[in-house]
């Protein structure tokens, strides 16, 4: 049908409002950064030092946590199990409580007194105000995104084709690396790449399990309260250009095994 | 000793049911389960395999009880319906999957695949990716790589059903070829052509289990259930063999007589079928088109779901299917002298 249609010109111009809400106030901070204020910050020792920081302790996370989420991903699309619906909200909890409240019981959970702290200080392993406590308030937040995008490409795939394998005489373990994560390694990628953006930006649970060192979220805050925002903007946009740097090279690379499967 | 021997074999899975099936299936035999679609033909499959744990009663394979043993060593290959082929993988390495499983060397894999391959006439397509095969050459690899293991007994989950006419022409002969080299097959159809083409014994599967065994004739002549007497027509089933005959018509030789049959099949052994509704009976010899008119005597009257089933010794018993007036308006009753026509074109012919 061709002509005036008054409901999706409406339609796109909501779109319009929506987009210009996301990108107004970045273009506004990238606008009002001048080249040479990016690279002096950019250069800064402290700024590089917390953006690297804040590079692998998200990915780290991401890898470790990885680890345990995929086979349990696995397991929550394939197997019936009693209170399975409850397991599955319990995982989704992270995403909708405050995230200091969140720091706030991790903190909780491995200061010194308590059994977690003191079995990490018996093995030389600290987690206030260490990358570690880092690491664990970052895949806190972040981990139902993982698991959730992970189980979700599990159920996708046929388990007629993990019947298929275990009749043609391959063990579960074989059945798992060959058949079932290679076919949802699509899903298993996109919801890696979120836990780790995800991870990157968390501001709320980090800040209070580790203020130092600090990740850039914290250096922003921390800049920004000291100094005002002229002085927290620039190390902002620095931050972001590196995220999206990173963001748009992994979903290319996403994008490059949806075509080689497809 | 039976190679195959199932034996009350009870499942409930939600709604569904398997009730006590039993049939036994001998080395080298090619042995058609036939019932309709949501009879339970693929449960069962899955569970001899054991793909689906939970059932009571006994599997025996070649003597030994596997209803308890690890899937992987059951020595039973199962080919599913739509084939299941590994989607990331070309053909090459899904027929190689289970060979790799034996921790064979790359040569003898790749000379094993490339024998199989060879075997299902796929060696041109080893290169390629399961999303680019047709539905036959997808069957054709899923068989190849169920064979690779060697099963003593091959499970066939309506392989042919979803395929045109030429297609499953070509994929019967390859199972034939396949069976013919001695592998035990269980194959599992509504399609009663397939079974009839295929089968050397067919069982029919019921209401959760096992109604009728037998050879082809056996359980279409005299149907032991529901499913098969409502193909009134499969009762009219004779094995025999086709010749060329007169004019454009072939003449079909069986122990019963002779039928003239137009068709396109070359000559050969095989079956006929004449469906019920298209036999005429009538007082006297009717002169028209039908080529064929046997004297007879009628030797039953049977209630049909629709109209009456009228049952006539011709030297056979042929199956006439007609309504109720028209038995009052004949006077058909048992003894009474009738002729049965039907024409050459009603005559169905399946070489096999």
Same mark, same amino acid.
């Given at each position: 049908?061709?002509?005036?249609?008054?409901?999706?010109?409406?339609?796109?111009?909501?779109?319009?409002?929506?987009?210009?809400?996301?990108?107004?106030?970045?273009?506004?901070?990238?606008?009002?950064?001048?080249?040479?204020?990016?690279?002096?910050?950019?250069?800064?020792?402290?700024?590089?030092?917390?953006?690297?920081?804040?590079?692998? =302790?998200?990915?780290?996370?991401? @890898?470790?946590? *990885?680890?345990?989420? !995929? +086979? $349990?991903?696995?397991?929550? %699309? &394939?197997?019936?199990?009693?209170?399975?619906?409850?397991?599955?909200?319990?995982?989704?909890?992270?995403?909708?409580?405050?995230?200091?409240?969140?720091?706030?019981?991790?903190?909780?959970?491995?200061?010194?007194?308590?059994?977690?702290?003191?079995?990490?200080?018996?093995?030389?392993?600290?987690?206030?105000? =260490?990358?570690?406590?880092?690491? @664990?308030?970052? *895949?806190?937040?972040? !981990? +139902? $995104?993982?698991?959730?995008? %992970? &189980?979700?490409?599990?159920?996708?795939?046929?388990?007629?084709?993990?019947?298929?394998?275990?009749?043609?005489?391959?063990?579960?373990?074989?059945?798992?690396?060959?058949?079932?994560?290679?076919?949802?390694?699509?899903?298993?990628?996109?919801?890696?790449?979120?836990?780790?953006?995800?991870?990157?930006?968390?501001?709320?649970?980090?800040?209070?399990?580790?203020?130092?060192?600090?990740?850039? +979220?914290?250096?922003?805050?921390?800049?920004?309260?000291?100094?005002?925002?002229?002085?927290?903007?620039?190390?902002?946009?620095?931050?972001?250009?590196?995220?999206?740097?990173?963001?748009?090279?992994?979903?290319?690379?996403?994008?490059?095994?949806?075509?080689?499967?497809? | 000793?039976?190679?195959?021997?199932?034996?009350?074999?009870?499942?409930?899975?939600?709604?569904?049911?398997?009730?006590?099936?039993?049939?036994?299936?001998?080395?080298?035999?090619?042995?058609?389960?036939?019932?309709?679609?949501?009879?339970?033909?693929?449960?069962?499959?899955?569970?001899?395999?054991?793909?689906?744990?939970?059932?009571?009663?006994?599997?025996?394979?070649?003597?030994?009880?596997?209803?308890?043993?690890?899937?992987?060593?059951?020595?039973?290959?199962?080919?599913?319906?739509?084939?299941?082929?590994?989607?990331?993988?070309?053909?090459?390495?899904?027929?190689?999957?289970?060979?790799?499983?034996?921790?064979?060397?790359?040569?003898?894999?790749?000379?094993?695949?490339?024998?199989?391959?060879?075997?299902?006439?796929?060696?041109?397509?080893?290169?390629?990716?399961?999303?680019?095969?047709?539905?036959?050459?997808?069957?054709?690899?899923?068989?190849?790589?169920?064979?690779?293991?060697?099963?003593?007994?091959?499970?066939?989950?309506?392989?042919?059903?979803?395929?045109?006419?030429?297609?499953?022409?070509?994929?019967?002969?390859?199972?034939?070829?396949?069976?013919?080299?001695?592998?035990?097959?269980?194959?599992?159809?509504?399609?009663?052509?397939?079974?009839?083409?295929?089968?050397?014994?067919?069982?029919?599967?019921?209401?959760?289990?096992?109604?009728?065994?037998?050879?082809?004739?056996?359980?279409?002549?005299?149907?032991?259930?529901?499913?098969?007497?409502?193909?009134?027509?499969?009762?009219?089933?004779?094995?025999?063999?086709?010749?060329?005959?007169?004019?454009?018509?072939?003449?079909?030789?069986?122990?019963?007589?002779?039928?003239?049959?137009?068709?396109?099949?070359?000559?050969?052994?095989?079956?006929?079928?004449?469906?019920?509704?298209?036999?005429?009976?009538?007082?006297?010899?009717?002169?028209?088109?039908?080529?064929?008119?046997?004297?007879?005597?009628?030797?039953?009257?049977?209630?049909?779901?629709?109209?009456?089933?009228?049952?006539?010794?011709?030297?056979?018993?042929?199956?006439?299917?007609?309504?109720?007036?028209?038995?009052?308006?004949?006077?058909?009753?048992?003894?009474?002298?009738?002729?049965?026509?039907?024409?050459?074109?009603?005559?169905?012919?399946?070489?096999?």
């Amino acid at each position: 049908m061709t002509g005036f249609q008054p409901l999706k010109l409406f339609f796109v111009f909501l779109g319009g409002l929506l987009l210009l809400f996301v990108i107004a106030p970045l273009a506004g901070m990238f606008l009002e950064t001048s080249p040479a204020e990016f690279f002096d910050t950019a250069m800064e020792k402290e700024v590089a030092g917390s953006i690297w920081l804040t590079l692998w =302790t998200s990915m780290l996370a991401t @890898l470790i946590f *990885a680890l345990a989420a !995929i +086979p $349990f991903s696995w397991i929550l %699309a &394939r197997k019936k199990f009693p209170l399975k619906r409850v397991i599955s909200a319990i995982i989704d909890i992270p995403v909708v409580i405050p995230h200091s409240a969140a720091g706030i019981a991790i903190l909780g959970f491995v200061a010194r007194d308590t059994a977690v702290g003191r079995l990490g200080d018996h093995l030389g392993l600290s987690f206030v105000g =260490t990358p570690a406590g880092i690491i @664990l308030a970052m *895949a806190f937040v972040s !981990i +139902p $995104f993982l698991v959730n995008a %992970a &189980r979700d490409g599990f159920l996708a795939v046929p388990e007629k084709l993990e019947k298929a394998a275990l009749n043609l005489g391959a063990s579960p373990a074989r059945v798992f690396f060959t058949v079932s994560l290679p076919l949802a390694w699509r899903s298993i990628l996109s919801g890696l790449i979120m836990m780790w953006a995800r991870g990157m930006s968390e501001f709320g649970a980090v800040v209070i399990v580790a203020y130092h060192p600090m990740i850039t +979220p914290v250096l922003i805050y921390e800049r920004f309260g000291s100094f005002g925002l002229s002085y927290a903007r620039p190390v902002a946009v620095v931050f972001i250009c590196v995220c999206l740097v990173f963001f748009v090279f992994l979903r290319m690379l996403s994008t490059k095994y949806e075509n080689a499967d497809g | 000793m039976k190679m195959l021997t199932v034996k009350d074999l009870s499942v409930k899975l939600g709604k569904f049911e398997l009730n006590g099936v039993n049939f036994e299936v001998g080395p080298g035999e090619y042995f058609v389960l036939l019932g309709v679609s949501g009879a339970g033909k693929s449960v069962l499959l899955q569970i001899i395999g054991g793909l689906i744990p939970g059932a009571s009663g006994v599997v025996m394979l070649n003597g030994k009880d596997i209803s308890r043993e690890k899937v992987q060593r059951r020595g039973v290959g199962l080919v599913f319906q739509d084939a299941a082929l590994f989607p990331h993988m070309n053909v090459f390495k899904n027929i190689a999957y289970p060979l790799r499983s034996l921790k064979l060397n790359d040569r003898e894999i790749d000379r094993r695949v490339r024998e199989l391959a060879d075997m299902t006439n796929i060696t041109k397509l080893l290169k390629r990716n399961p999303a680019n095969l047709s539905g036959g050459e997808k069957q054709r690899v899923a068989l190849a790589r169920a064979l690779a293991l060697k099963p003593q007994c091959l499970l066939l989950d309506e392989p042919i059903s979803s395929l045109d006419v030429q297609l499953r022409r070509e994929l019967r002969s390859l199972l034939r070829k396949i069976n013919a080299n001695g592998q035990t097959i269980v194959h599992v159809t509504h399609d009663y052509e397939e079974a009839a083409l295929l089968a050397s014994r067919i069982g029919v599967i019921e209401n959760g289990s096992v109604v009728q065994t037998g050879k082809a004739p056996e359980v279409f002549s005299r149907p032991k259930s529901e499913f098969v007497a409502n193909f009134v027509g499969i009762r009219n089933f004779f094995r025999g063999e086709l010749r060329d005959g007169k004019d454009s018509m072939k003449k079909f030789l069986f122990d019963g007589g002779e039928v003239s049959v137009l068709t396109g099949e070359p000559e050969g052994a095989g079956y006929i079928t004449v469906r019920g509704e298209d036999l005429i009976i009538s007082e006297k010899r009717w002169e028209s088109s039908a080529a064929n008119s046997f004297p007879g005597r009628v030797i039953a009257l049977e209630p049909a779901r629709v109209g009456t089933e009228v049952l006539v010794d011709i030297g056979v018993t042929l199956s006439a299917l007609v309504s109720k007036e028209s038995v009052s308006n004949l006077q058909l009753e048992p003894g009474s002298k009738v002729w049965v026509s039907f024409k050459a074109s009603a005559v169905k012919f399946i070489p096999g």
